[in-house]
């Protein structure tokens, strides 16, 4: 209970905005996804608060969720003919292989860069 109280800041004193525990933030607050998942987005308002809580993984310290006011949020945008077809031309740029140009049904992996065939051909003709 002792690290509940480290992020308990609802003044905004110590860390300059509104901070809570982690799942502990007042109701009227929420995060990005939590606005997406409602149909709404932030709108350009400011931060109004922040949720905090310490991590001891790999990089340790604390991790912190910033809040926005869901009565100052509007609606998402919605998709326009022209966005659908931007996202497709991109998805089909991701699963295209640009050494062999096969386009595959699944999403090339960024770590190679190509298709599998492409990255590791030695492998390919051995099996």
Do not use: N
């Not at 659908?84 to 770590?111: F, N, Q, V």
């Amino acid at each position: 209970m002792a690290a509940y109280g480290k992020c308990f800041d609802p003044s905004g004193a110590r860390f300059g905005i509104p901070t809570y525990p982690w799942r502990f933030a007042p109701d009227g607050y929420a995060t990005r996804r939590q606005l997406r998942a409602s149909g709404l987005r932030p709108g350009g308002q400011p931060v109004a608060a922040q949720v905090m809580r310490s991590h001891r993984g790999r990089k340790a310290g604390v991790q912190v969720a910033y809040l926005y006011r869901v009565d100052c949020a509007k609606p998402v945008r919605p998709m326009t003919s022209r966005k659908w077809g931007a996202l497709a031309l991109a998805m089909l740029a991701r699963r295209t292989c640009p050494k062999c140009r096969i386009t595959y049904d699944y999403c090339l992996p960024t770590s190679l860069g190509l298709c599998i065939s492409c990255a590791y051909p030695e492998e390919q003709r051995a099996a």
